[in-house]
């Protein structure tokens, strides 16, 4: 490994360059921290409106991304191991909702799935509705947060050893089960990510919920509203308390990835055996 010239002027003026986008990150955060009083948090927090719209929220992003789970992870190992004609286009379309903004999304998925949508329509007659309902809620932001999960997750499964696989396979192993205890615990980790950062998008989604499904409200859609109805004071406070539950939330997540990665890396070695 090269030493690391710390003496170097290059080195400094990186970290100048650094520290001020560390402080562009990390200001507005502080600013909006600081600016509520702890009566004004326990205002916010006694609304059973906003305390409905943060456990919406929570259901939701939770609901995505068990969605992510099911349809991105199976999605993500083709893209890692196959090789077929279209497969960059395949590519481009997970990767659009990244790209578009995410009024045109909400416009987009409320010409599929309203009443007079090209789903909704059909759907509604049997019974099933999507607008201005819960599902509304979670199609929305899995819409956003799906391309997270397939590119991460494409990334673990890449980043295991073809020989690992090859060499269960010998053994007798058959495919479903050489990926379930050899592949997926090697790409735990990647999937894990994926899976975080598709909630970590899902739960802050707004303008792609607000078009789909205005009510019932959101935590993101209840802080705009307070925000027109009495100005900065109580959407600032239910911005910290949104932040603090989903910051708290996040890192547990990220502990419980981290954990889960370390009890199954030795699983393949153990299977080898």
């Known amino acids: 490994m090269l030493p690391r010239d710390t003496s170097s ?4 003026a990186f970290w100048l360059i650094g520290a001020t986008l560390l402080a ?15 009566g004004d948090l326990r205002q916010v927090a006694a609304m059973p409106d906003v305390r409905s719209a943060i456990g919406l929220s929570l259901a939701a992003a939770l609901s995505s991304t ?4 099911v349809f991105a992870v199976p999605l993500a190992y083709v893209l890692a191991r196959q090789q077929f004609r279209g497969k960059s286009a395949v590519e481009a379309l997970v990767d659009l909702p990244l790209t578009i903004p995410h009024t045109i999304a909400g416009i ?11 789903l909704g329509a059909p759907l509604a007659r049997i019974g099933l509705e999507f607008w201005g309902t819960f599902a509304a809620v979670v199609l929305a932001m899995s819409y956003v947060g799906l391309p997270y999960a397939v590119n991460a997750a494409r990334g673990g499964f890449e980043a ?6 090859r060499a269960a396979r010998i053994q007798g192993a058959a495919p ?29 989604e707004f303008a792609a919920v607000v078009l789909l499904a205005y009510y019932p409200m959101t935590a993101p859609i209840r802080i705009y509203d307070l925000f027109l109805q009495s100005g900065l004071r109580q959407s600032v406070a239910a ?20 954990a889960r990665a370390l009890r199954t890396r030795h699983t ?3 299977w080898l055996r």
């Open 108 to 118: 987009a998925l409320l010409l599929v799935f309203s009443r007079n949508g090209w």
């Open 160 to 165: 295991v050893d073809l020989q690992i696989e």
């Open 9 to 12: 002027p290059m080195f400094w």
């Open 268 to 270: 393949p070695a153990a």
């Open 66 to 69: 068990v969605l992510a789970a």
């Open 176 to 204: 479903w089960e050489v990926f379930r205890r050899v592949t997926l615990p090697l790409a735990a980790r990647g999937i894990g990510t994926g899976l975080t950062l598709c909630f970590a998008r899902a739960i802050g």
């Open 24 to 38: 562009f990150i990390a200001l507005p955060l502080l600013a909006l921290l600081l600016h509520p009083t702890l």
């Open 239 to 258: 911005s910290v308390l949104f932040l603090l539950i989903v910051l708290a939330l996040f890192w547990a997540m990220r502990l419980l990835i981290s």
